[in-house]
């Protein structure tokens, strides 16, 4: 690359893509979604889970599902007159050797995701927070939504977090290290409905997503360890404990 394309490069990372208001309401949505977990936290339920009892997923499935495009579509409203979608997703495979680098890099990035999540849950020790447990599927039909939704939380809350947000902040603070900071805690306490020591976790593993997209200059490993992330969380481990 030439200096005067890193110039370039450079310069372009530091115009906002969005309005400071539109960064401020989003930031406000995670805000509310905050809110609302620790209200469910809070809430009193038979036994140690969000829920009571395993009913009303399927509608919930679909809500979140619903959420999460909604989120895509109100980032690209803000971008939209000065950067497409696939420019923040840092541009679409061209070849099967872009696609096996991809994957290449998700699969030991995952790993390494999952034992920075292990180890930091040891060192918080146990958590008192009520578990999502109980909502995870069971059955084939909950089990395709939870793919359905695994797939949009990979491909929406990275273009959200990782390249609308973490761009956004570079452009205000002109440093790195601020905007993956920054990004990685609006997505923590996003999952606020988790409990606090699951907030910490994710606001340091967004740290790591973000590092990555620094690294790949892309968003599509990060796309397919998030997505998979999910997918396995949500009911491999159903399948690997026999409770499928």
């Known amino acids: 690359m030439t200096t005067d394309a890193v110039a370039q490069s450079r310069a372009d990372q530091r115009q ?8 401020i309401g ?31 997923v399927v509608p919930l499935y679909l809500s979140l599902i619903v959420m999460e ?9 803000g971008v939209r007159k000065k950067v497409t ?3 923040l997703v840092g ?30 849950h040891l060192a918080l020790g146990p958590s008192q927070a009520k578990t999502v447990d109980i909502l995870l599927p069971r059955g084939v039909i909950e089990a395709l939504l939870w793919l ?7 491909f929406c809350e990275e273009i959200v977090y ?12 002109g440093s790195s290290a601020l905007a993956v900071f920054g990004q990685a805690v609006v997505f923590g306490v996003g999952h606020a409905y988790q409990g606090w020591k699951a907030v910490v976790v994710i606001t340091v593993l967004g740290v790591l997503f973000g590092l990555l997209v620094v690294w790949r200059k ?11 992330s999910d997918i396995y969380e949500g009911y491999l481990k159903f399948f690997l404990l026999a409770k499928f």
């Open 16 to 23: 906002l893509i969005a309005s400071p208001r539109h960064t």
């Open 91 to 120: 541009g679409r495979w061209t070849n099967l050797q872009g696609v096996l680098t991809d994957f290449g890099v998700a699969v030991p990035f995952w790993v390494v995701w999952e034992a920075t999540a292990w180890l930091i």
């Open 218 to 228: 892309n968003l599509r490993s990060a796309m397919l360890a998030h997505a998979w």
């Open 69 to 77: 495009w909604a989120l895509l579509y109100y980032v690209w409203q």
């Open 148 to 154: 359905a939704l695994s797939a949009s939380a990979g």
């Open 162 to 173: 990782r390249g609308y947000l973490q761009r956004q902040l570079h452009a205000f603070t």
């Open 85 to 87: 979608l696939l420019a």
């Open 26 to 56: 989003l930031v406000l949505i995670n805000v509310g979604i905050a809110l609302w977990g620790i209200v469910a936290q809070m809430r009193s339920t038979a036994g140690s889970g969000l829920a009571s009892e395993h009913r009303g």
